[in-house]
């Protein structure tokens, strides 16, 4: 009888309040930062390189020269920050760019199944049917990236040979005017996807001596439709509109 009169008092008092505490009672929860968890990244192919090679795209392009090549790279902004995915049409000039959380396998197969989605399976085949890349971790589950989500085949992709950027060196001049707004050495944290597509909306609507005087922006256009861009939030610039400048984004 005793028993059940404390049990009584004291479910009606809480302990005396202490199973109401709030983490500012204690001092020590508040000091304490939350655990990070790892992200669940995708099971890596440790034998990628087998069958594409530099030497493997050369065979495969002498066998079918007309085949149409995307050149694939990253940008890095802060070590350890926020990255850009790049993917640059050889045929036109024009330049996708994807702002990604960290430079990781997962984050590159998350980039392709928007544009998987966005394109289409007809058109993301047409444009996509072969990728030139290095040979960094991020592509390092080339199969995630070749085969469409039912497990068909949509692409090809091949490695240049290691420390040979030259061998993809379309992407890496278009960096350069990546670079004219974002320089080096500036962090990508404070950006967000639409900043990007604002960039390269400039960037891709800026004539080119290479292309005849004529912009990435229109050449792709008249190629595949201006549908696609507009879905990836990409738009012409007027001439006199261009700015790449830093300024571009404040």
Request: aromatic residues 8%; positive net charge; hydrophobic residues 40%.
């Amino acid at each position: 009888m005793v028993m059940s009169d404390w049990s009584s008092d004291v479910c009606s008092s809480d302990l005396g309040g202490l199973l109401r505490a709030k983490n500012g009672d204690m001092p020590r929860v508040c000091m304490l930062k939350p655990r990070s968890r790892k992200p669940v990244e995708h099971k890596v192919d440790t034998k990628c390189r087998v069958g594409r090679t530099y030497a493997d795209y050369q065979a495969f392009m002498a066998a079918a020269p007309d085949t149409r090549v995307v050149e694939m790279d990253s940008v890095i902004g802060r070590v350890g920050g926020k990255v850009l995915l790049t993917l640059m049409f050889r045929d036109c000039g024009l330049m996708l760019a994807f702002l990604r959380d960290r430079n990781d396998s997962q984050s590159v197969i998350d980039a392709f199944a928007l544009l998987w989605e966005l394109a289409g399976p007809g058109l993301f085949r047409t444009l996509f049917p072969v990728l030139l890349t290095d040979n960094g971790s991020e592509f390092s589950n080339p199969r995630a990236l070749e085969n469409a989500p039912d497990g068909s085949p949509r692409s090809r992709l091949f490695y240049c040979d290691p420390c040979a950027s030259w061998q993809k060196g379309s992407v890496e001049r278009n960096h350069e005017f990546l670079r004219l707004v974002l320089p080096k050495g500036t962090s990508f944290d404070g950006l967000a996807q639409a900043d990007i597509n604002t960039v390269l909306s400039h960037v891709n609507s800026y004539s080119r001596p290479a292309l005849n005087d004529k912009a990435p922006f229109d050449l792709f256009s008249f190629i595949y439709g201006e549908d696609l861009l507009a879905r990836l939030g990409l738009r012409r610039i007027p001439a006199n509109g261009i700015l790449l400048k830093p300024a571009l984004l404040g």
